[in-house]
């Protein structure tokens, strides 16, 4: 776990880019399924 953080800390900006595309998607298909 502790070398997941490290690694993490020095990827912050990649992390944080991920965390908002799953985000993205995430929204995306919520509003898809909403709409129908």
Known sequence: MQALEERAKQE???VSN???L???Q???EWLKQKGK
């Open 12 to 14: 912050k900006r990649t």
């Open 18 to 20: 991920l965390c908002n």
């Open 22 to 24: 799953l985000l993205e």
């Open 26 to 28: 995430a929204m995306s």
